[in-house]
């Protein structure tokens, strides 16, 4: 869908779970290896009694970075949507000289 600005502002969807936050310890995963991170589950490396990483399945991360750039997109654009451009023939001619 494109807004007024012509941008692509596409729909986030973000997953809640009524459910605990899967927890994992370090001494669980130094004890059982990868068998100790859940499938398709965000969950939380503790070290020290403190959450210190975050595990999230590689789908999720994929998408997070994607909504991320989309966003430093938007951000950029909006920043200079209003700056004087220069015709891109122009912008060619004082390259090549």
């Given at each position: 869908?494109?807004?007024?600005?012509?941008?692509?502002?596409?729909?986030?969807s973000?997953?809640?779970?009524?459910?605990?936050?899967?927890?994992?310890?370090l001494?669980?995963l130094?004890?059982r290896g990868?068998?100790?991170?859940?499938?398709?589950e965000?969950?939380?490396?503790?070290?020290?009694?403190?959450?210190?990483?975050?595990?999230?399945p590689?789908?999720?991360?994929e998408?997070?970075?994607?909504a991320i750039e989309?966003?430093?997109?938007i951000?950029?654009?909006?920043a200079?949507?209003?700056?004087?451009?220069?015709d891109?023939?122009?912008?060619?001619?004082?390259i090549?000289?």
């Amino acid at each position: 869908m494109l807004d007024k600005t012509g941008i692509n502002r596409f729909k986030f969807s973000i997953k809640f779970s009524t459910t605990p936050m899967k927890t994992i310890s370090l001494q669980d995963l130094k004890r059982r290896g990868s068998k100790a991170i859940p499938n398709n589950e965000v969950s939380y490396l503790i070290v020290n009694s403190k959450p210190k990483s975050a595990i999230v399945p590689y789908e999720e991360y994929e998408a997070l970075i994607e909504a991320i750039e989309e966003l430093e997109d938007i951000k950029d654009y909006e920043a200079r949507k209003n700056e004087k451009s220069t015709d891109w023939k122009k912008a060619i001619e004082e390259i090549e000289e």
